[in-house]
């Protein structure tokens, strides 16, 4: 059953791309938080803390991840001869795709803003 | 007068139809109140929302009065507070949503080439609930006690100290009451979706509009339970004292918002999708062509679906949250408008490469992208957080909100008023009476709120009852209440148009707008069961590829044509290829959804009043109708106790182990797992944020309690496991004692959670600690009792037969609650004993 869920051409890929959005968005706002609660850096430290730096390789790890799928989901949709199958790989390649430009849009702003602040 | 009443039908086709009719006509008189058909139960949802949209208008003509000139005095300042509070609570929770999914109820089955909904009872108990809820909330401006915090009842201006009276009861009690009918529809919508389309309709061949109510399904499932959440949070905290949104207390009233915002922001896009679905669906009709880019508009509601839940915050700008948090959430709101813009682009390029023609409906939608082109852009303004905090709280976000909600929802469902009416009544709508109300509306419309911007710029907050006459506001609020009254003589146009349609609107043909959509192979006005013979369908565009269709439809030369069994029968395909699986019976007519819902307003009712014990007997009556509910099910000789299908079709879904319940429970599970996340974000959020918090060094809650309730429901969900194991391989040895006994241990699971809240002895009233640890511990216990009592049920059903090797559908039903609350329950004795004692106290 995992197996099959795993193969790009399953629907289940539609939705795949913006749910690691999703948990991402929620780690890195959450993350935060929390850590802006239990753990402030001093505010002369501006952008170079810990706080910056973890979300950034965070957010290009999973914007990474997402574009190796969208790439993936392309050559998965090149093999199969179903129609279905073709047409689930390319419209998920579209959200992976998407999902990894808004993981990078949305992790810019830890280049430029403290965080606690 | 029905079509086929004019066919030339064979006799045999013409008995078919007789007898179709009499296992699914419409009783007459007071048992009419029992009717669960979704054709008509949707008719209602709408009927009803087009009521509660004359009432929000009357509230909003009455705010355009006490702003149309400087220092009025026409509405008190606690009136005007009502009246604006009402008219969004109105308008959002008893006319969009539902009238929404009251078009998602009459069209879907008819779109898919179903015969109803996967749940009729539970369409028209939705409907009741909608019903009583909306009068109990509405009767509050009668009784001149209506709530006035605002629609989103922002704490802790809500809460009781600075809203003593019943105003936000009314307001928390009524709003969840109605929130059990759109999580009812939201549930069936997503099951009737991807279990009954008709055979061959593929998930990426049917309708887009069938892809937008399963993205809003879905988003209602997810998104409402925060609300519904919140609004019991705050119910117990103005009705007994726990301080949930109290500082004081340990509490916070930000959390509110987030709970709120949490389902507010989605529920805008909720809104949305529907009306985005008419559009693609109307735009390739009138452009007479193919939609361009299916595929890209599937993206874009997915996506739209899920980063809608990520916007919350925006509306929470001015908090006091940290600039980098606000720039996550600004970034998301900007990326919102990708998916918005490939669907513009869709429509525009169909447009361009059809033959467009512009007849009313089109002219509607005409109408609709230049207004929700205009405030998409003002949405992209206010999702930059300096312009945001400039124009917070004025006129110019009342005016952006109109632009979206007015322009991404009504101006749709008035092309779909136009382009369904002849299903509905077999007339033809009247060009130029819809003409002149359409212009009066969209230039009212406009007259109104652009000028409303520019109110804002200069400063007008909104909510404010009157201004000074040297604010230099005057001419602004004028224009815009000449052009609200000028919109109300377009709505008042409108319905004199539709009256007159019934009476004098010209027949239609078959297929009046040469549409490609199944739901113009039916008969008009609709027939109970909608298709006398469901056909095979391979294609998006049925009706272009076959124009023969309604024909053959009618003579019963397609599937499940056959009535002989008397019962009501729609196909059960695979939710990917639309393969057929089984034959799903459906429940006929039954007085239990009003008696349910008729039992839950009195619970409403009393706690509004706060008669407890009438509430805990109204809840104890309406907990044995569901029950009694649930027991009317499966081989129950109300509904099919005979498994005989026809040679070559598909065993009835009871006969099976993955019917239409299954997947019912797993959805209602998304709701239900959506409202215990909330609650544990809930307690995270206090724990770290609020500032009065107070964690005790050590848990009062027995340990070795906890792991002993916890060990009777995983043993449990261990034993159901082995008895569904069973079942699959036809052997029902020892059932009715194998359910027995995880009835049994669902009792223990209650008892020893009882003893647990017992012994901790917590003063929920003093702090939001022990508040919550309640309310969780409470949840818990709830599943417990909940999970037991179906057991046993299940085991009574064994020995009067519904319920074995033959009919093993009920049991894995049950197993899937079984296995979410052992889930659930583990996770919750992680974070409320297993983190805080690790961690410590403080």
Same mark, same amino acid.
């Given at each position: ?7 790009l ?17 929620v ?5 935060l ?5 239990v ?22 790890v ?5 574009l ?50 | ?18 007898g ?79 009238i929404?999914?009251?078009l ?25 609930c ?33 809203s ?59 998104g ?105 959430f ?23 490469l ?22 998409g /852009? ?35 469902l ?24 359409f ?54 146009l ?10 004098f ?52 030369r397609?599937?499940l ?32 959804p009003?008696?349910?819902?008729l ?8 706690l ?5 014990p ?5 809840t ?19 509904m ?52 009065e918090w107070?964690?005790?060094a ?22 159901l ?52 640890l ?6 818990? /216990? ?9 057991c ?5 059903r ?6 074995s ?37 403080g």
């Open positions: 059953m995992m197996k099959h869920l795993l193969k051409t399953h629907p289940i890929h539609l939705v795949g791309g913006v749910t690691l959005w999703g948990i991402w968005f780690a890195i706002y959450g993350g938080s929390v850590a802006c609660s753990a402030p850096p001093a505010a002369e430290q501006d952008t170079l803390t810990g706080i910056n730096v973890v979300i950034g390789i965070l957010t290009l999973v914007a990474g991840l997402l190796w799928l969208a790439w993936a989901s392309v050559g998965a949709a090149r093999k199969t001869s179903l129609r279905r199958e073709c047409y689930f790989a390319f419209t998920s390649a579209g959200v992976y795709l998407f999902s990894a430009m808004g993981t990078l849009f949305v992790g810019i702003p830890v280049i430029f803003l403290p965080p606690c602040l | 007068m029905s079509d086929t009443e004019n066919a030339s039908l064979s006799p045999e086709a013409r008995e078919l139809h007789d179709l009719d009499r296992v699914w006509g419409n009783p007459r008189g007071l048992r009419a109140l029992t009717v669960v058909n979704h054709t008509t139960v949707g008719l209602r949802f709408i009927i009803t929302g087009a009521v509660f949209f004359l009432i929000g208008g009357l509230l909003a003509m009455l705010i355009r009065t006490q702003l149309a000139f400087p220092d009025q005095e026409f509405m008190s300042h606690e009136t005007y507070n009502q009246v604006f509070t009402m008219h969004g609570t109105v308008m959002m929770f008893l006319f969009a949503i539902p929404l999914e009251g998602a109820i009459y069209m879907i089955p008819k779109m898919i080439g179903a015969r109803d909904l996967v749940c009729p009872r539970l369409t028209a108990f939705g409907y009741w909608y019903l009583f809820g909306g009068i109990i909330l509405t009767s509050s401006l009668l009784l001149e006690m209506a709530p006035a915090s605002g629609w989103f009842m922002y704490t802790p201006l809500s809460s009781g100290e600075y003593p009276g019943r105003g936000s009861d009314f307001w928390l009690l009524g709003i969840t009451f109605v929130e059990i009918s759109a999580l009812s529809a939201g549930v069936e919508l997503v099951v009737s979706i991807l279990r009954t389309r008709t055979q061959g309709m593929a998930l990426h061949k049917m309708p887009l509009f069938a892809w937008y109510i399963l993205a809003m399904a879905l988003m209602i499932v997810v409402f339970p925060p609300l519904i959440l919140g609004s019991i949070l705050l119910e117990l905290e103005r009705a007994t004292g726990m301080p949930f949104f109290d500082v004081s207390g340990g509490g916070d009233p930000v959390l509110w918002a987030h709970l709120f915002w949490l389902f507010g922001h989605p529920e805008v896009y909720i809104i949305f999708l529907p009306g985005a679905g008419i559009v693609s669906t109307l735009i390739p009709v009138f452009a007479g062509r193919p939609i361009v880019g299916y595929g890209w508009v599937v993206a874009a509601v997915i996506i739209m679906g899920f980063v809608s839940f990520g916007l919350w915050v925006h509306h929470m700008f001015t908090l006091g949250i940290p600039q980098l948090a606000l720039a996550f600004s970034a998301a709101s900007m990326l919102v408008a990708i998916p918005t813009a490939i669907q513009i682009f869709v429509w525009l390029s169909t447009l361009w059809g033959r467009p023609v512009m007849k009313l409906p089109m002219l509607w939608i005409v109408g609709f992208l230049v207004i929700f082109v205009l405030g /852009l003002t949405g992209v303004m206010l999702a930059l957080v300096p312009f945001n905090w400039q124009v917070h709280d004025t006129h110019f976000v009342v005016a952006h909100m109109h632009y979206v909600l007015v322009g991404g929802m009504l101006f749709p008035m092309a779909a008023l136009y382009y369904w009416l002849p299903q509905v009544s077999g007339r033809m709508p009247s060009e130029r009476l819809g003409r002149w109300s212009w009066l509306i969209f230039l009212g419309f406009n007259t109104t709120f652009l000028v409303m911007h520019w109110t804002g710029l200069l400063g007008m907050r909104r909510r404010v009852f009157t201004y000074d006459a040297d604010m230099g506001w005057g001419l602004y609020n004028l224009i815009s209440s000449v052009g609200g009254f000028m919109m109300a003589a377009g709505i008042a409108l319905l004199l148009d539709i009256a007159l349609h019934f009476r609107g010209k027949k239609a043909s078959q297929n009046p707008w040469n549409a490609d959509g199944l739901e113009w192979a039916m008969p008009k006005p609709p027939t109970a069961y909608n298709f006398v013979s469901l056909p095979a369908i391979e294609t998006r565009h049925p009706l272009w590829e076959d124009p023969e269709l309604p024909r053959t439809i009618e003579e019963g397609h599937g044509a056959n009535i002989d069994h008397g019962r009501r029968e729609t196909w059960g395909t695979d939710p990917l290829t639309g393969k057929l699986r089984e034959t799903i019976h459906l429940s006929g007519n039954s007085w239990l009003l008696l349910a819902a039992a839950l307003a009195v619970v409403c009712i009393s509004l009043v706060r008669i407890y009438l509430a805990a007997v109204a104890v009556v309406s907990i044995v109708i569901l029950l009694h509910w649930s027991w009317v099910n499966g081989a129950h000789p109300k099919a106790p005979d498994a005989t299908v026809a040679p070559g079709e598909p065993p009835l879904h009871s006969r099976t182990m993955n019917g239409p319940g299954v997947w019912t429970m797993s959805v209602s599970h998304l709701a239900n797992g959506s409202l215990f996340l909330s609650l544990l974000f809930g307690w995270f959020y206090l724990w770290t944020v609020a500032p107070q964690m005790p050590t848990s009062p809650l027995s340990m070795p309690m906890l792991v002993a309730a916890g060990g009777a429901l995983t043993l449990g969900t261990l034993w496991v082995k008895l569904v194991r069973r079942l699959r391989q036809h052997d029902d040895t020892g059932l009715s004692g194998g359910l027995y006994f995880a009835a049994a241990l669902g009792a223990l699971q209650s008892v020893l959670l009882g003893v647990v809240i017992w012994q901790a002895d917590l003063a929920p009233t003093e702090t939001a600690h022990d508040a919550t309640l309310v969780a511990l409470l949840y818990v /216990l709830i599943h417990a009792l909940l999970g037991g009592l179906l046993l049920l299940q085991g009574l064994v020995g009067y037969g519904y319920v090797a033959e009919v093993p559908y009920e049991p894995v039903v049950v197993l899937r609650l079984w296995n979410y609350n052992v889930v659930v329950y583990w996770i919750l004795f992680v974070a409320i004993w297993g983190i805080p004692t690790l961690l410590g106290g």
